[in-house]
């Protein structure tokens, strides 16, 4: 219904509301900073969904196979769904001021100098990391979940066949 109110005069509590979609879309398309904004979101949502499922899946596949202290690393990478985005904020923050300035000085990498939120092209792949982070650990829960259900006979079935590691689809985990 937003949607369909953005294209009136309106509100929710009108009874018959006047049509004004033309002089809406005017807006939009006069000002090339809400242009610049809604490419800004479709490429950060995309981004955000592409990286966070592949980045979880990866993870899914190695926690789901037989390394050491994989309980620990679940939890470990769980951890930042549960904190709040204020916290998360304020400790990213400290890290990309401070953090990135001790880095600097400690080991030299030009990587640390940049103004990873003071410019906007480097803001946004520093957002878009951190939230990346942050949201990795429930899809991680929801992959590994999956990866849990696939019956052992069928892992087995497909490691006598010569799927493993290094062939084949390499989504199966090997015991």
Known sequence: MSVAYSFTNGTALDKVPQFIAWPTIGIIHGRSDMAHAFVFTIAFTALMV?????VAMLLA????????GRNVLRAAFYLPNIISLIIIG??????????FDSFL???????????????????????????????????LVIYIAGLQTVPRDIIEASLLDGVGAGRGSGALPCP
């Open 105 to 139: 000085n400690a080991t030299h990498a030009g990587i640390f100098g940049l103004s990873w939120l003071g410019d906007g092209k480097l803001a946004f792949f520093s957002v878009l990391a951190v939230s990346v982070w942050q949201s990795i650990g429930f899809y």
């Open 90 to 99: 304020y400790v990213w923050r400290f890290i990309f001021s401070k953090g």
């Open 50 to 54: 592409l990286l966070t499922n592949v």
């Open 61 to 68: 596949v190695v926690l789901d196979g037989g390394i050491k």
